[in-house]
């Protein structure tokens, strides 16, 4: 939520992957009739407000390409 600065709801089901596909099935099988009807079911376990400041957070995000630049090109096909 800080990073991005909304709200992230959290999912009670955290496989949401799976959970995701077996939506996808449903609708397709006709389980649900539209997209409306999956969302009533939704059922939110937690709810994150940014409480960062703005330039703190972008100040860590920029920290945090800065590592992810410097990871690249540790690890080469060689070392699999």
């Known amino acids: 939520a800080d990073q991005l600065g ?3 709801r ?3 089901v955290q496989e949401t992957t799976a959970l995701g596909a077996a ?3 449903g609708l397709a099988e006709g389980v649900w009739s539209s ?3 999956i969302e009533a079911n939704w059922v939110p376990a937690a709810e ?3 409480a960062a400041d703005r330039r703190a957070a972008d100040a860590l995000h920029a920290r945090w390409l800065q590592a992810v ?4 090109g540790w690890a080469t096909s060689a070392d699999a």
Do not use: I, W
């Not at 630049?69 to 690249?72: E, I, K, L, P, Y």
């Open 6 to 8: 909304v709200p992230v």
């Open 10 to 12: 959290r999912p009670a």
């Open 23 to 25: 939506y996808l099935a």
């Open 35 to 37: 997209t409306a009807d």
């Open 48 to 50: 994150f407000t940014p």
């Open 69 to 72: 630049d410097r990871a690249r």
